[in-house]
C-alpha cells in the first residue's frame, strides 16, 4: 500500500536549504524522495501537504512515561527530594499505569515525536506502559528500571542481580521486535549508584547474549556519583567501564558530574550521551556540560525524561533549552546551533538508542516515520532562516501531522486511532486519585 506525501517544503543537503519535498511511502518504508514531483502509483492514497515542513519524526532518548501523573505536585524539590517523594506518593496499578502511559505519548505525538526511549520506572508495570506505547502506534525502545542495591537505611530492593537479570530476559522474551517491529527492547540498570558490581557484569553478558543495548542513568547526582569513590575505589564512568558497561550499544542519561578523564573515556567507548536539560535545571541536579563531551565526538541525544522531573514531553522545549544552555556553559555563542539542536531530537537521538539505519533521517530504505511542521505562521514565515526559527520559537503546538511505520497517527492535529477526549478524562479522574499532593 502506497502514500503519497506531495507538496510539502524539507531540508536539503549540508547548508539545509529549502525546498520542495515530495516523499513516497512503500508500506511502512520511504520509498523515494524528490524535490520533483513524483507520480502515484496506482492505488496510492495521497496526503497533500500544501506547503508546510516536512522533518523526520522526533526521538525522545529518555522517557518515564508513567509519571505524567506526578506533574506539576512535586515541584520545588532538589533531585534527592523530588525521588522520594515520588516513590512515596506516586503508586499506580495496572490500569492507572497504561492510562499514564497513554496520556504522556499522545502528549509526545502532538508535539512531533515518533520515537520514545522509555525506562519505565521502578514499582510501575512495564508490561502496561509498553502495551500503551504499543497501541498508541508509537516506536519505542523499551526497558524495565531495576536495581539491586540501596545506600544506607533505605529498604532493600525487591530483586538481587538474579532476578533483575531475570526479568529484563522476561521482558525481552516477551516484547522485543513486537507490533510490526516498531516494539524492541533494551536492558536497563537504573544507574550504578543503585547496582552492584555483579548486576552491571551480568547486564552486559546479557546484552551481548541477546544483541540488545544498554540504557541506564549516569552521574546525575553529585553526592550519588561522589559515593562511586568509596565503593569502587575510582569515579562512576570508570567503574562502568571497568565493568565493560560502556560501548557504541549503550545510552548513558544525564552525565552532569563528569571528570575530563569521563568524558574521555565516554569518547573513546563510543558511548551515547543523553541530556535532559529540562529536568537537571528543575530539580537541581547540577549544570550538565554538554559541548566538552560533543567536541570529543560523543553523539548527545535529547530526552524529555520523566514529566514529574522536566515537566512536558515535548521535545522542542529540549532541543530549544539545549541550544541556550551549551551556549551559556561554554561562553560560546557558535556552540550547539540551531542545526544540532534539530539533529539532536532526529538523527542523534536515533543513533543513541540503537535506531541509526531505521529512522532518524528522511532517506529511502528507512521506517516512514514523520513529523510535520505547520507553515507559514506567525513565527515561521520565511523560508531562509526557517531553521533557526523553528528551534528558537517553534513549539509543539505546531505540529500538524504525524506519521509512524507509514501509519498516519495524527492528521491536521487530530489522532485518528485514539479518542483523546476519553483518555483525557479518565486521566484526570486517576491522576487525581493515584498521586498524592504534598504541601511544599
Ligand atoms: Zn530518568
Not at 516506536?139 to 529484563?168: I, K
Amino acid at each position: 500500500m502506497f502514500k503519497l506525501i506531495r507538496n510539502g517544503i524539507g531540508f536539503w543537503g549540508p547548508d539545509r536549504t529549502v525546498g520542495p519535498m515530495h516523499l513516497l511511502v512503500d508500506g511502512d518504508t520511504i520509498a523515494a524522495v524528490s524535490r520533483n514531483e513524483i507520480p502515484a502509483p496506482e492505488g496510492a492514497r495521497v496526503y497533500d501537504l500544501n506547503g508546510r515542513l516536512l522533518l523526520p519524526g522526533f526521538v525522545d532518548a529518555h522517557t518515564h512515561l508513567a509519571q505524567s501523573y506526578g506533574r506539576g505536585i512535586y515541584d520545588n524539590r532538589h533531585l534527592t527530594q523530588w525521588l522520594w517523594t515520588m516513590i512515596r506518593y506516586l503508586h499506580l496499578d495496572e490500569d492507572e499505569t497504561y492510562t499514564a502511559a497513554q496520556l504522556a505519548c499522545i502528549e509526545a505525538l502532538k508535539s512531533g515525536t515518533t520515537t520514545v526511549a522509555e525506562m519505565t520506572s521502578l514499582g510501575v508495570n512495564v508490561d502496561a506502559s509498553v502495551q500503551a506505547i504499543a497501541d498508541c502506534g508509537l516506536r519505542g525502545v523499551v526497558s524495565s528500571c531495576l536495581g539491586d542495591y540501596q545506600e544506607g537505611d533505605n529498604p532493600a530492593p525487591p530483586l538481587d542481580a538474579e532476578g533483575v537479570l531475570e526479568e529484563m530476559t522476561r521482558l525481552h522474551r516477551q516484547w522485543h521486535n513486537s507490533h510490526e517491529g516498531r516494539i524492541t527492547v533494551r536492558l536497563s540498570p537504573v544507574g550504578l549508584p543503585a547496582c552492584s558490581e555483579e548486576l552491571m557484569r551480568g547486564t552486559r553478558a546479557l546484552a551481548d547474549e541477546l544483541d540488545v543495548g544498554i540504557h541506564t542513568h549516569c552521574c546525575e547526582g553529585e553526592i550519588e556519583t561522589q559515593n562511586a569513590y568509596e565503593r569502587f575505589g575510582c569515579s562512576e564512568v570508570e567503574a562502568l567501564g571497568q565493568f565493560g558497561v560502556l560501548g557504541p550499544d549503550v545510552q548513558l542519561v544525564h552525565c552532569v558530574w563528569l571528570t575530563d578523564r569521563d568524558r574521555q573515556l565516554i569518547a573513546e567507548s563510543g558511548s551515547h550521551v543523553v541530556h535532559c536539560p529540562s529536568t537537571n535545571l528543575k530539580i537541581t541536579d547540577g549544570l550538565p556540560q554538554m559541548v566538552p563531551l560533543q567536541r570529543l565526538g560523543v553523539n548527545i541525544a535529547l530526552g524529555c525524561d520523566g514529566q514529574s522531573s522536566s515537566g512536558s514531553y515535548d521535545l522542542f522545549k529540549e532541543a530549544r533549552l539545549a541550544s541556550l544552555l551549551g551556549k551559556g556553559l561554554s561562553a560560546d555563542a557558535a556552540a550547539f546551533p540551531a542545526e544540532t539542536a534539530l539533529e539532536m531530537i532526529t538523527r542523534n537521538g536515533a543513533r543513541a538508542i540503537g535506531l541509526g539505519e531505521t529512522v532518524g533521517e528522511l532517506t529511502v530504505g528507512h521506517k516512514a516515520d514523520l513529523t510535520v511542521i505547520d507553515y507559514p505562521q506567525v513565527h515561521l514565515i520565511d523560508e531562509q532562516r526557517l531553521l533557526s526559527n523553528l528551534i528558537y520559537a517553534g513549539s509543539g503546538g505546531d505540529v500538524d501531522s504525524v506519521l509512524v511505520n507509514g501509519e498516519v497517527l495524527m492528521w491536521h492535529r487530530e489522532l485518528l486511532h485514539l479518542d483523546e477526549q476519553a483518555i483525557l478524562a479518565k486521566a484526570l479522574k486517576q491522576m487525581r486519585r493515584a498521586a498524592r499532593i504534598l504541601p511544599n
